[in-house]
Nanobody, 124 residues
Framework: QVQLEESGGGLVQAGGSLRLSCAAS????????MGWFRQAPGKEREFVSG??????????EYADSVAGRFTISRDNAKNTVYLQMNSLKLEDTAVYYC???????????????WGQGTQVTVST
């Protein structure tokens, strides 16, 4: 099993950038596909991005709302997945969660392990 801990959230002006990190425990990090989700108050948790497990061809997926602005990556040697967020918009404000699962999916229920979340607030 894997335990996840997000970091890197904070307050940033619109148009700015943040880099989120998700540190995973254990020795089997590379076996898991990783995802980032976010949840704003009063809204359901939504898919942001995912990256495949490292055993095969590496691929990434992005929600349409963040494509071209966010980049997901992973460093298996460090057991860490990242979300580089550029050109941030007010609507990006949410708690961001890191998740691990068998496949890159766009539904939260398909992921098995979750971090506690990190707050990202974008201001004018």
């Amino acid at each position: 099993q894997v335990q996840l801990e997000e970091s890197g959230g904070g307050l940033v002006q619109a148009g700015g950038s943040l880099r989120l990190s998700c540190a995973a425990s254990g020795r089997t990090f590379s076996r898991y596909a990783m995802g980032w989700f976010r949840q704003a108050p009063g809204k359901e948790r939504e898919f942001v991005s995912g990256i495949s497990r490292s055993g095969g061809a590496l691929y990434r997926e992005y929600a349409d709302s963040v494509a071209g602005r966010f980049t997901i990556s992973r460093d298996n040697a460090k057991n860490t997945v990242y979300l580089q967020m550029n050109s941030l918009k007010l609507e990006d404000t949410a708690v961001y969660y890191c998740a691990a699962g068998p496949l890159v999916r766009r539904f939260a229920r398909d992921f098995d392990y979750w971090g506690q979340g990190t707050q990202v607030t974008v201001s004018t």
